[in-house]
C-alpha cells in the first residue's frame, strides 16, 4: 500500500511540472472560468429594491371574490420574498379571522416581534393584520390616514381587503389615499347590470379613475370572447359614459372548487395547499428584476 501511494505522489508531482499546450477555444473557456469564479457575489447580486404601493380591494357585490384574491395574491407576492401587509378594513368584523382560522394558528405561532394580533406567514414576508371579534369595537373612532401610515411603515406592499363595503365612507377615504383600487365582480352578469341600472355611482368612481383596475373573477373561456366582453365593458360604463368606455384589465379563471373548499374546511388559503394554482395570480403581481411597480 505504501510504495503505490508513493508512485502515485510521484507520478502527480511529475504531471505537476510539465507545461501543457492549450487550444484557443480551450484558453477561452479557462478564462471565462477564472472571471466567473473571481468574480464577487456582492458586487453581482443587487440588493433588492422595493416601490411602496398601497392596494384596496373591492368587490362591486358580495361573494365577488375580493376577500379571495387579496389574500391569495398577497400570499403569492410574499412568497417572491416581498414584504407584503394584508389587512381589512377597520371597524370591520373580520373574516380573515374565521377563514384562516386565528385561534388556532396564533398558538402555535410565536411571534417575537409584536404583541398585536398578526399572523405571519412565508418566512415572514407575509404580515396579516386581524382584529379578532372580542376586541371589536364597531363606535371606536379610527383616523384612517393614521392608520394607514402606520400599516405601510411595516411593509412597502400593503393589500386591504375592502370586501363589498365600497359605499362606506370608510372605504372612500381608503380610496382617495391607495395607490391602486381593485374592483372585482364575477360571472353573475344580472347582478353586475342590475347594480349599474339601480345604484347610483359612488363619488370615487370617477374621482378616482386612474387607480381602478378592473378585474373579472371565475371566468371562463366563453365569458372572454371580444363580443361578450364588450358587452361587459358597456355594462361598467353606464356610471360615467362621458367619459367613455372602460377596460376590464384582468382576469381570472373559474378554479377548482373541490381544492377551494378543500383548503376553506382547513382554514387556509387556497395557495397554501396548492401552489400550483399560482400562475393564476401572476397577472396581477407587477415585479421585475426585484423591484415592484
Given amino acids: 500500500m505504501f510504495h503505490q501511494m508513493n508512485r502515485f505522489v510521484s507520478r502527480f508531482r511529475d504531471l505537476e511540472q510539465q507545461e501543457f499546450s492549450h487550444t484557443r477555444e480551450e484558453e477561452q473557456r479557462w478564462k471565462m472560468l477564472k472571471d466567473k469564479l473571481s468574480a464577487s457575489p456582492a458586487a ?45 378594513m377597520p371597524n370591520a368584523i373580520s373574516y380573515l379571522y374565521f377563514a384562516l382560522d386565528y385561534e388556532r394558528r396564533i398558538h402555535r405561532q410565536a411571534n417575537p416581534y409584536t404583541s398585536a394580533p398578526l399572523l405571519l406567514m412565508q418566512n415572514n414576508h407575509l404580515r396579516i393584520q386581524i382584529d379578532p371579534p372580542l376586541e371589536h369595537n364597531k363606535s371606536s373612532h379610527i ?26 365612507i370608510e372605504a372612500k377615504q381608503i380610496f382617495e389615499l391607495a395607490d391602486e ?45 371580444s363580443s361578450v366582453m364588450k358587452k361587459i365593458e358597456g355594462t361598467l360604463s353606464l356610471w360615467n359614459l362621458e367619459h367613455g368606455p372602460v377596460e376590464v384589465e384582468c382576469t381570472l379563471p373559474l378554479m377548482n372548487s373541490e381544492k377551494i373548499g378543500d383548503a376553506q374546511a382547513k382554514g387556509s388559503l387556497l395557495l397554501e395547499h396548492f401552489s400550483e394554482e399560482e400562475r393564476d395570480f401572476l397577472s396581477l403581481i407587477h415585479t421585475y428584476k426585484g423591484r415592484v411597480l
Fill in 44 to 88: 453581482e447580486e443587487q440588493p433588492l429594491s422595493f416601490s411602496r404601493s398601497c392596494i384596496a380591494v373591492t368587490s362591486l357585490y358580495s361573494q365577488a371574490g375580493a376577500s379571495f384574491i387579496a389574500a391569495n395574491v398577497a400570499y403569492a407576492w410574499a412568497g417572491k420574498g416581498f414584504p407584503v401587509t394584508l389587512t381589512e
Fill in 143 to 168: 383616523d384612517l390616514a393614521h392608520w394607514l401610515l402606520r400599516t405601510c411603515k411595516d411593509s412597502p406592499v400593503v393589500v386591504i381587503d375592502v370586501s363589498s363595503r365600497w359605499k362606506e
Fill in 181 to 225: 383600487i381593485w374592483v372585482v365582480f364575477d360571472t353573475d352578469l344580472a347582478r353586475l347590470t342590475r347594480l349599474f341600472l339601480v345604484e347610483s355611482a359612488p363619488s370615487w368612481w370617477t374621482t378616482e379613475r386612474s387607480k381602478i383596475k378592473l378585474i373579472a373573477n371565475k371566468w371562463t373561456q366563453h365569458l372572454s370572447r
